[in-house]
């Protein structure tokens, strides 16, 4: 009869998974995790500040050439992105035309320890020229490309930004 090993000891088991942390820890142990950087996080503070006081020219500003503004869920309407800084700008000065005010709180900025990502939670409310009251929870997710904004990820309630995008002048 061939020779059947009994079935590993617990301490066995411990003792091998133990090794195989070490060894995986050992692998990753020269790589360098990158933060976002202290002027990512300045720029995400600014980038609401800006739009509070509706300087978009300013605003414009922190926005890299290749920009891009991504809305997964966008109301009726309304794109799934804006390409370009040009083209943002342009998006963003008509659209903050229509605000008699604009208050963006932060209610919760998150630096992400291994990217140049910074996520923020943020609540608006707004006031349109037809004196529609508007406001809404988002979550964002900002992306830097050489200390300038290169993605703009905005997740909110479509249904409620339907309001904003049904007051904007039809082209």
């Given at each position: 009869?061939p020779?059947?090993p009994?079935?590993?000891?617990?301490?066995?088991l411990?003792?091998?998974?133990?090794?195989?942390?070490?060894?995986v820890a050992?692998?990753?142990?020269?790589?360098?995790?990158r933060?976002?950087s202290?002027?990512?996080?300045?720029?995400?503070?600014?980038?609401?500040?800006l739009?509070?006081r509706?300087?978009?020219e300013?605003?414009g500003?922190?926005?890299?050439?290749?920009g891009?503004?991504?809305?997964?869920?966008?109301?009726?309407?309304f794109?799934?992105?804006i390409?370009?800084?040009a083209?943002i700008?342009?998006?963003f000065?008509?659209?903050?035309?229509n605000?008699?005010?604009f208050?963006a709180?932060?209610?919760?900025l998150?630096?992400?320890?291994?990217?140049?990502?910074v996520?923020v939670e943020?609540?608006?409310?707004a006031?349109?020229?037809n004196?529609?009251?508007?406001?809404?929870?988002?979550?964002?997710?900002?992306r830097?490309?050489?200390?300038?904004?290169?993605?703009y990820?905005?997740?909110?309630?479509?249904?409620?930004f339907?309001?904003?995008?049904?007051?904007?002048?039809?082209?």
């Open positions: 009869m020779h059947t009994f079935p590993p000891t617990r301490r066995a411990l003792g091998q998974t133990a090794g195989l942390a070490a060894l050992s692998a990753l142990a020269p790589v360098q995790a933060a976002a202290p002027r990512d996080v300045d720029s995400v503070r600014r980038f609401f500040a739009m509070q509706k300087e978009i300013a605003w500003e922190l926005w890299a050439e290749n891009r503004i991504i809305v997964p869920y966008p109301p009726a309407g794109g799934t992105s390409d370009g800084k083209e700008l342009r998006a000065r008509t659209l903050f035309a605000f008699e005010s208050a709180e932060l209610t919760g998150y630096p992400a320890a291994d990217s140049d990502a996520c943020y609540r608006v409310s006031r349109l020229l004196g529609t009251e508007y406001s809404n929870s988002n979550i964002a997710v900002f830097f490309e050489a200390g300038l904004i290169s993605t990820h905005d997740y909110f309630d479509p249904r409620r339907q309001v904003v995008v049904d007051a904007l002048p039809k082209p």
